[in-house]
């Protein structure tokens, strides 16, 4: 087997104890990497000035493979005041890292997938027909549009002069907002373009087909938002007509498509859409397959780089714990998406069924399986750590 470097990324609270734990998981399945180990969050914004060093941009741009942590991330104002005080006036603004990350390498695709494992006392159920209680199993992975839409960040309040002379010309503009005082007038914009749309719709069909998945969900509202979710819906139609006759192409507006996977989840496969949409439908889903402990994600640029993480965030309360508490799958899944990017399957394959084995058991479950409330008396109610859950996780790959 090849030797990889993978830069990791621990970051903040709980992403430093997830993080390692799944080194070890990945080590039990028998990967071999080299681990180079990037500064990132916020201790490197108290002491430099900067949560995302350069020299951690290098690592990456060197290795194009991370496995990310979590990070605290906190607002302008309150960044400031934690700054180290000889770095005070020097000019230095807080800004997410993982927004940095995002924007300075295009990762513009973000994938993430939303699968139940049978036994999760989380799994979405519903009654049926009959009255009896039903657990649909949810198998839908996300393909979320990571850079563009309405988080682009291109925005006015009281907006300038020239941009408001250009919406001017625009007849419904004039129609309903010209009678509004400028600076009442607050304008967030919703930018698409044609590469970045048809980039995560191809990567979205490409996954369709190799994990066969029998249909790509579009899910927008092009009948509303005529330009952008239309653009979209138009690359997908071309896109599917060109190289994917065999897989179906389905269309579902975001308002319905999120009471739909509160009625019948087991319907969607494969699911692609802009960038809020995408944010909006996938935390709809990750809510019915257990939750932040549970949650992975990838995301990638044209080139090949990647990063991997939990959709989690640092949890700061936990951080402090002297047993950590929190559960450790939505990581570990996070680094078997990386084992897959890097075709390692059946790596990948047995670390699941590990996760797999140890939920349908049913005898080791972290505090969130439990449903209890987050505090440190929950090892003394049946909970388990999150080394105990890494290690039952481990157990059962050796027995794979
Ligand atoms: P969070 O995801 O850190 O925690 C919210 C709650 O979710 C926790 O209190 C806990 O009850 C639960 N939770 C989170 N991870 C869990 C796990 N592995 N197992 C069990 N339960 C888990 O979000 P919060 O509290 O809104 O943000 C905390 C910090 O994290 C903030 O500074 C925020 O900016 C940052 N953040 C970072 C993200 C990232 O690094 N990707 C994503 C989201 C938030
Ligand atoms: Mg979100």
Redesign the pocket.
Known sequence: MTRRTIVILP?DG??KT?LFESLRVLDAAGFQAEYIEGDIGWEFWKHEGDPLPRRTIDLIEKYHTGLFG?????PKEEAAVELDPSLHDKGFVYSSP?VGLRQYFGLDVSIRPCKSFTGNPLNFIRRGKDGKIEEPRVDVVIFRQNTEGLYSGVEWTNPPEEVYQAFMTHPKFRKNFSHVPREELSVSTRIFTRKATEHILKAAFAYARKFKYPSVTLCEKPNVIRETSGMMYRLAREIKEASYPDIELRNTNIDAQMMWLTKNPEDYGVIVAGNMFGDIVSDGFAGLTGG??FACSAQFNESGTAIF??T??????YAGYPESI??PI?MILSACMMLEHLEEHTMAEKIRNAIAAVVAEGKVK?Y?MLKLP?KPDVLSRGAVSTRQMTDAIIKKISLI
Do not use: M
Request: no cysteine; glycine share 20%; hydrophobic share 35%.
């Open positions: 970051g709980i992403g997830v979590a990070i605290t991330s906190k993982i932040l402990g993480e939990p989690h965030g640092s949890a700061p309360k929190v559960n939505a972290t969130d987050g």
